[in-house]
């Protein structure tokens, strides 16, 4: 499967505790994104990265998460001190590289559901 | 801020209907993504379109990008109950999507 892949699929945490994602994006994609999706709402983007490069984070990104992808091509989402809140599908996407790629279709993973209780 | 908002935001019809949904924006964007996304599940793309007044038919899908670039619908033909999903539209600018609400749509047999 060359597709987006993403590790856990599913998180139970106690609140305090500090979690980690990973997501490895498809191969030849040098962008990788990370969004989090509630209950009936649609994707929120949180961050991207173009290779190792974190080029922007959203203001959703608070300083508890920190988002990684030192070698440029898995990526780590860490969320520190976790919140109730925080319960939320975690999505990963990718894109593949060029100053047109493909106007922005970028491919999802399966995601990370987490539960803080 | 750019936003999306997708009609309606519920939508239950019986097997065999033809349904259309709806993702309208408040700006132009460079080009609309339409995903349809399963429970607990990643969004998968469906189609991308980009030029105003652009058509595209997949299968029983017909996807349809407004004149002025800001709105689009998805129309479904003869719906089977494998179509039921979230349908989420989703706008591409600076190589970041925003995403609406989503339709969800459940097709009863």
């Known amino acids: 499967d060359t597709g987006v892949s993403q590790d856990p699929r599913h998180k139970i945490t106690k609140r305090g505790q500090n979690v980690t994602f990973r997501c490895d994006p498809i191969?030849?994609?040098?962008?990788l994104y990370w969004y989090r999706q509630t209950l009936g709402q649609g994707p929120e983007f949180l961050t991207y990265?173009?290779?190792?490069?974190?080029?922007?984070k959203s203001r959703l990104l608070s300083d508890r998460f920190s988002a990684e992808r030192p070698k440029g091509s898995f990526s780590t989402l860490e969320i520190q001190r976790t919140e109730q809140g925080d319960s939320a599908m975690y999505l990963c996407?990718?894109?593949?590289?060029?100053?047109?790629?493909?106007?922005?279709?970028?491919?999802f993973g399966p995601g990370t559901r987490l539960t803080v209780l | 801020t750019q936003l999306l908002k997708q009609s309606p935001q519920f939508l239950s019809i019986q097997e065999g209907e033809n349904l259309t949904v709806y993702c309208n924006s408040s700006?132009?964007?460079?080009?609309l993504q339409w995903y349809r996304q399963e429970p607990g599940e990643g969004p998968v793309l469906l189609v991308t379109?980009?030029?105003?007044?652009e058509v595209k038919k997949l299968k029983r899908l017909t996807f349809q990008f407004g004149d002025a670039r800001k709105d689009s619908s998805l129309h479904i033909t003869a719906a089977q109950t494998g179509d039921t999903g979230l349908y989420l539209c989703?706008?591409?600018?600076?190589?970041?999507?925003?995403f609406g609400k989503g339709t969800l749509l459940t097709v009863n047999p």
């Open positions: 996407a990718s894109l593949s590289p060029g100053p047109l790629p493909l106007y922005n279709e970028q491919f």
């Open positions: 191969s030849e994609h040098n962008r």
């Open positions: 990265f173009q290779n190792e490069a974190q080029l922007e």
């Open positions: 700006s132009v964007f460079s080009s």
């Open positions: 379109v980009v030029t105003g007044g």
């Open positions: 989703a706008g591409g600018s600076n190589y970041k999507l925003t």
